[in-house]
């Protein structure tokens, strides 16, 4: 089974792309199953479900930080793909930590950027673009070449990927992405997170309300100087 994972900022147009990436792989006879993973409301799974008749599946993270429950996640949910047959699965995870990458090895990651937000939102989104194989920039039919080259050039900027340029209402370049799905190698355990998770134990975690330095213990950063550690 091969497991693509696609992440993006919200309302990037990542279900919009996966649709039409389902659309295709149906074609060649090619069995996806589909999980979405987001914090507090979803329902492309069902979306999915209803329209194309593959299985597909939720989790929310709730409590759990959005990208640390994708990690956790990941392994029961490749299992799943395997369990009930599925040629590939395809992994949609909200990713909202900007510093966390949502991608595996032995995985295809994709990001999805939306071209109307922003020339320099590829250098605000950290690991979730550099750590991807392909990024893949929507609704370039609403901007101006001028801006598509700029925006094009700050992608290259902060990341070494293949860039994909896109109007996946219409089904424009997707055809791109299936022949890389084509090309690349099915999934094989054990496999670990690309790129070094951000530091991140302290007090806030375990949901101390407080806010001040002196409150907390664990990983700290104040204003004036670098993070320090506080406690045993």
């Known amino acids: 089974m091969k497991v693509v994972i696609c992440a993006g900022p919200p309302t990037s147009g990542k279900t919009t792309v996966i649709k039409q990436v389902i659309s295709r792989l149906q074609k060649k006879n090619i069995n996806p199953c589909y999980l979405k993973i987001d914090v507090l409301f979803a329902d492309e799974d069902l979306i999915i479900s209803q329209e194309f008749r593959i299985p597909a599946r939720k989790v929310y993270s709730q409590d759990l930080c959005p990208d640390h429950c994708n990690v956790i996640v990941l392994g029961d949910a490749i299992q799943w793909g395997e369990d009930i047959g599925s040629d590939i699965i395809i992994i949609e995870t909200a990713g909202l930590c900007l510093r966390c990458s949502p991608y595996i090895e032995n995985s295809l990651g994709i990001v999805v950027l939306e071209a109307t937000s922003g020339m320099n939102l590829p250098r605000k989104i950290g690991p979730m673009l ?42 424009i370049n997707i055809d791109h992405i299936i022949r890389i799905i084509d090309r690349m190698d099915s999934y094989s355990a054990p496999s670990l997170l690309r790129g070094n998770p951000p530091v991140g134990t302290c007090t806030i975690c375990v949901g101390k ?21 506080r406690g045993e």
């Open 209 to 229: 309300k407080e806010i001040g330095k002196e409150a907390h213990f664990g990983v700290l950063r104040p204003l004036e100087s670098d993070i320090f550690y």
């Open 130 to 171: 550099s750590l991807a194989d392909v990024a893949v920039v929507t609704k370039i039919d609403l901007i101006s070449q001028a801006e598509r080259e700029v925006f094009r050039a700050n992608i290259m900027e902060a990341a070494s990927v293949s860039i994909i340029e896109t109007d996946a209402l219409h089904g």
